[in-house]
Nanobody, 110 residues
């Protein structure tokens, strides 16, 4: 059974940075993974994705500020978030190994 756990969320001031981690157990490899987020009253949206070859894709609102990376040996992906804005406030979810994590809250506020 695949289990996915996100970590690293928290409260940060505008312009600050956070690094989210997402680790999966019960898998040996993964081809595709992604980060998604859901703000209150809004549908879940894609933040960015990464393939086994390290190819990444980002939604326009985070390009140049967010970076997704992966550690294949650890079955883990990361989301480095820089220059955070209040509109980045949301619950961030990871999709890895065909399963979703429980989400981690990111709040950007002064």
């Amino acid at each position: 059974q695949v289990q996915v756990v996100e970590s690293g969320g928290g409260l940060v001031q505008p312009g600050g940075s956070l690094r989210l981690s997402c680790a999966a157990s019960g898998i040996r490899s993964f081809y595709f993974a992604g980060w998604y987020r859901q703000a209150p009253g809004k549908p879940r949206e894609s933040v960015g994705t990464i393939t086994i070859r390290g190819e990444t894709n980002y939604t326009d609102s985070v390009k140049g500020r967010f970076t997704i990376s992966r550690d294949n040996g650890k079955m883990t992906i990361y989301l480095q978030m820089n220059n955070l804005k209040p509109e980045d406030t949301a619950v961030y979810f990871c999709f890895l190994g065909g399963s979703w994590g429980q989400g981690t809250q990111v709040t950007v506020s002064s």
